[in-house]
């Protein structure tokens, strides 16, 4: 959903990317943001914690009437639902990158 927001062209891809993949461990809970990560990265978990705040608030928030064509096909078993995941809470979300 980030391809259609202007926001987010400022973003370097790697960094994007980086932050996607801490949200969504984070919101499934399968850990944190490893030294491996880190290192094949090249970033460390602070430096992607407002990128992945506004990631989730961009879930959150996002206008419901727009690019359906892109929630129906990740909302597909093929493309495992991912477009039907619930976002994190902003305060547990905040807790939980403090942590890291």
Not at 50 to 59: A, G, Q, S, Y
Not at 86 to 92: A, G, I, Q, V
Request: net charge positive; proline share 5%.
């Amino acid at each position: 959903i980030t391809l259609q927001e202007y926001d987010y062209a400022r973003e370097s891809p790697s960094k994007l990317a980086a932050s996607c993949l801490l949200l969504a461990l984070t919101m499934k809970n399968l850990g944190g943001w490893t030294p491996t990560l880190e290192y094949y990265s090249g970033y460390c978990s602070q430096d992607l914690h407002p990128l992945v705040k506004r990631l989730n608030f961009l879930l959150t928030y996002q206008p419901r009437d727009k690019l359906k064509t892109v929630r129906t096909k990740y909302s597909h078993r093929d493309f495992f639902e991912v477009a039907k995941v619930t976002p994190m809470d902003m305060l547990k979300l905040e807790e939980i990158l403090k942590s890291c």
